[in-house]
């Protein structure tokens, strides 16, 4: 058990609709990272946000969008689904920034399924 | 894009080393390797990272080149519960984050 908290674990959805994943850190860890891993793809990164502020993007589309609240926990917010966006999404966390060498740690992630 | 190169597979038998190595010649000198494996479609698990010494913990050895262009994930004993994909990543600052940048990785089989 890494500490990270991802739920729900499993989601069915329809083309078109909305959805939110949650993610819980460790705890007293300040960062949090989001990726997606399609079957195709592997682990791409899509955003991270520490102490609630977005530091960096990557390979996030338009219609996909992160939040870090004032208790720490992070939702990603995936809208407008298709078909593609079928994959497990990750949350990951740790404690600090800068390259200091500290950890990251992953959940266990959301399984998306858009039919 | 990934900074590390690995090879796509690899097989070991069940009981002895599993000697896994990975390039990452533009590294720069203060960034870290990380390794992760992961096991089906289970969150990518945390292994062993190092900056330039050797180091060692409860699951593998990090072994990093002097110049680090390149280093070696050893799991001394392994067992078939070790098959998964390893990742090898270099840390990479910028911009005010860091993140870890997953290349495709190297799927280790642990055979009986």
């Known amino acids: 058990d890494s500490g990270v908290t991802q739920t729900p674990k499993h989601l069915i959805t329809a083309t078109g609709q909305r959805v939110t994943l949650r993610c819980s850190p460790r705890?007293?860890?300040?960062?949090v990272y989001w990726y997606q891993q399609s079957l195709d793809q592997g682990l791409q990164f899509l955003i991270h946000?520490?102490?609630?502020?977005?530091?960096a993007k990557g390979n996030i589309l338009e219609r996909f969008s992160a939040q870090q609240f004032p208790d720490l926990h992070s939702e990603l917010n995936l809208s407008s689904l298709e078909l593609g966006d079928s994959a497990l999404y990750f949350c990951a966390s740790s404690v600090a920034l800068g390259n200091s060498g500290n950890t990251i740690y992953f959940g266990e992630g959301s399984w998306l399924t858009v039919v | 894009d990934a900074k590390t190169t690995q090879p796509p597979s690899m097989d070991c038998a069940e009981g002895r080393a599993a000697n896994l190595p990975c390039n990452h010649s533009?590294?720069?000198?203060?960034?870290?390797v990380y390794w992760y494996r992961q096991i089906h479609s289970q969150g990518p698990q945390y292994i062993i990272h190092?900056?330039?010494n050797n180091e060692t913990n409860e699951m593998a050895s990090l072994i990093i080149t002097e110049d680090r262009k390149s280093s070696t994930l050893i799991l001394p004993h392994a067992t078939l519960r070790d098959t998964a994909v390893y990742y090898c990543i270099v840390r990479v600052e910028e911009g005010g984050s860091e993140k870890l940048v997953f290349g495709k990785g190297t799927k280790l089989t642990v055979n009986p």
């Open positions: 190092g900056l330039k």
């Open positions: 705890s007293g860890d300040l960062s």
């Open positions: 533009t590294i720069s000198g203060n960034e870290y």
């Open positions: 946000y520490y102490n609630g502020e977005e530091r």
